[in-house]
């Protein structure tokens, strides 16, 4: 069965919270094909100047997060079991904007720039996937979701800034189209949502924004496996595995990306957690998520030709 979502007074929010109604129920296997507006709730492009100047859709609050559309409830999905979310397709709008400096941050302060604000105006072209800004940069396009995740199980609102372990606000560049993202169900029927349009993103994505734009197409496919445990966010792209954490360090985040890959590595091969470590250790690449969102984030990195294994079958259906 195919869906479509699409920013609404209903869909549309700015936090997570699990006492939000679902706007749309699905059974698992089902297709979901949303649009959704940038980070920043813009009603069209911003080519500059005071941020309260952008124009904004009418349903953006001052209190409001990220953009996100949803909830979706997976029905039959419980608490403790895993939401695979394969990304069939993650097409931008015609328009994004990066922005730098201009705010107080620990990162702006490092940089020297928290009294420099700038505005990177970017034209897109999805068929070309490429993007070109007011000063003649040009990059490739690799679009993918910031935002793709479920409420934590406390009641209340909780901010969409910070990844957390059920998903969120990763901001992984590696969740492109072909991707299955693998995330711990944390409530009843999921509640998934999504947002935070990425046209392009570097590792890190050390200014604190991306080409944030809209998404003319963003279209999931969803299930719930109970044979596939995760702790926290797993991902399966075209041709490696890749494990996400997320902490108040690097460190902290590292470490977790890093247990949950030697934990797959030993269900996927059946190695000893010492095996594991040796073999991660000259196979396993650890690159950094994100380090501006309060909470930072850390991916380890398995490549199918790293170590002569075999691909592995799809993770977003049933075996």
Same mark, same amino acid.
């Given at each position: ?7 609404? #007074? ?13 706007? =749309? ?42 953009? =996100? ?53 970017w034209t897109l072209d999805p068929a070309t996937m490429t993007g070109r800004n007011q000063h003649g940069h040009t990059i490739a396009l690799r ?28 901001? &992984? ?39 944030? &734009? ?8 969803? #299930? ?17 595995? =890749? ?15 890093? #247990? ?60």
């Amino acid at each position: 069965m195919r869906h479509t979502l699409t920013p609404s #007074d209903d869909s549309l929010h700015g936090h997570f919270s699990p006492d939000f109604p679902p706007v =749309l129920t699905i059974d698992p296997g089902d297709t979901v094909t949303y649009r959704t507006l940038d980070c920043w709730w813009s009603a069209g492009p911003y080519p500059g100047g005071a941020n309260r100047d952008r124009p904004r859709v009418a349903q953006h609050q001052p209190d409001h997060g990220h953009a =996100l559309v949803g909830p979706v409830a997976v029905r039959g999905a419980r608490a403790g079991q895993t939401l695979a979310v394969r990304i069939d397709a993650v097409v931008p709008a015609t328009w994004g904007t990066t922005v730098a400096g201009g705010w107080p941050s620990g990162f702006n302060q490092r940089y020297g720039v928290q009294e420099q604000p700038v505005v990177h105006a970017w034209t897109l072209d999805p068929a070309t996937m490429t993007g070109r800004n007011q000063h003649g940069h040009t990059i490739a396009l690799r679009p993918f979701m910031g935002v793709l995740g479920m409420p934590p199980a406390e009641p209340g609102c909780h901010s969409t800034i910070p990844p957390r372990p059920w998903g969120g606000n990763l901001d &992984c560049r590696d969740l492109t189209a072909g991707s299955t993202l693998l995330l711990p169900i944390p409530v009843d029927d999921a509640l998934f949502s999504v947002g935070d349009g990425h046209a392009a993103q570097g590792d890190g994505e050390v200014g604190g924004t991306a080409i944030e &734009c809209p998404m003319d197409e963003v279209t999931l496919t969803f #299930d719930v496996r109970d044979d596939f445990p995760v702790t926290g966010p797993v991902a399966r792209t075209a041709d490696a595995w =890749l494990t996400l954490g997320v902490g108040a360090s690097l460190d902290d985040a590292s470490f977790m990306a890093l #247990d949950s890959m030697l934990t797959l590595m030993q269900r996927l091969h059946g190695l000893s957690r010492a095996d594991a470590v040796a073999l991660a250790s000259i196979a396993v690449d650890v690159r950094v998520t994100q380090i501006v969102n309060q909470t930072v984030g850390a991916h380890a990195v398995l490549r199918d030709d790293a170590l002569g294994w075999p691909g592995a079958d799809s993770v977003g259906g049933r075996r």
